[in-house]
């Protein structure tokens, strides 16, 4: 399985931002799929994540109202739409997918590489 993300970029603070993550190879169809991140000098976190059938989902307070994580599974892609970002949003972004749930406190199979969102002042 390989994760590949995407759609990462420099935008100004209140901008949107939509990343999208691409699966190739055997199916994650039944794998929770979530996002985290990473910032300079700061520990890995959770940021969303949502279950294979895509209506559980599940999100850290600090994004909560302002990103939403939804899949196609048609098309083996998730997505983050990130709305009124902030500085404090920038990070490495990174998917990944588990067989056993979906938000902070499981296991991940799989990570994609990350993509790096910047948001200026």
């Known amino acids: 399985v390989q994760l590949q993300a995407s759609g990462g970029g420099l935008v100004q603070a209140g901008g949107s931002l939509r990343l999208s993550c691409a699966q190739s190879?055997?199916?994650?169809?039944?794998?929770?799929m979530s996002w985290f991140r990473q910032a300079p000098g700061k520990e890995r976190e959770f940021v969303a994540g949502i279950w294979w059938m895509g209506k559980l989902v599940a999100y850290s307070d600090s994004v909560k109202g302002r990103f939403t994580i939804s899949r196609n599974n048609a098309r083996n892609t998730v997505y983050l739409q990130m709305n009124t970002l902030k500085p404090e949003d920038t990070a490495v972004y990174y998917c990944?997918?588990?067989?056993?749930?979906?938000?902070?406190?499981?296991?991940?199979?799989?990570w994609g590489q990350g993509t790096l969102v910047t948001v200026s002042s």
């Open positions: 990944a997918a588990s067989k056993a749930g979906y938000d902070s406190r499981v296991a991940y199979d799989y």
């Open positions: 190879g055997p199916t994650v169809d039944n794998y929770g």
